[in-house]
């Protein structure tokens, strides 16, 4: 059914939940998988007691940490695997990840989400919330239960 799917790892549980299922969605379709880590650079990051290179290198290991692990678990599952890692400074992480599929031309993008409401929702924002709703392809949310 799928056969190009992106997944937005970044290294938490909802993460992990999304790189589980596409494994099996892609196994199961004999579909390839895109795994991609968004490094967000926000301008705070700017000020002047902030070290920038040494914020940015470590952003930059723990993404690539994440990304070869998700591209071992996806490699030893039998599932053919891309990965990219992709810096946002300005744009929301969101249109970070639909410029990312568009690139790599995926008719499907596994995201994973705690599914929080109310206040905590409206204090964190939620990045699936925004990727939805901008979405030209579908779009699975894997929600993680508590």
Excluded: C
């Amino acid at each position: 059914m799928y056969k190009r799917m992106m997944v937005a790892d970044d290294g938490s549980e909802p993460g992990a939940a999304a790189l589980n299922e596409a494994i099996k969605l892609a196994k199961s379709d004999g579909g390839e998988l895109h795994i991609v880590f968004v490094v967000y650079r926000p301008k705070t990051f700017g000020h002047p007691i902030v070290n920038l290179a040494a914020v940015e290198a470590a952003l930059e290991a723990e993404g690539r940490t994440v990304l070869d692990r998700a591209a071992a678990q996806a490699q030893a599952a039998g599932v053919t695997v891309s990965t990219a890692m992709v810096a946002t400074a300005r744009e929301p992480v969101a249109e970070t990840l639909l410029a990312e599929a568009a690139n790599w031309q995926a008719d499907l993008i596994v995201m994973g989400t705690h599914g929080r409401r109310g206040i905590g929702r409206a204090v964190l924002g939620s990045v699936a919330e925004n990727l939805v709703r901008a979405a030209n392809l579908p779009v699975l949310m894997v929600r993680v239960h508590h």
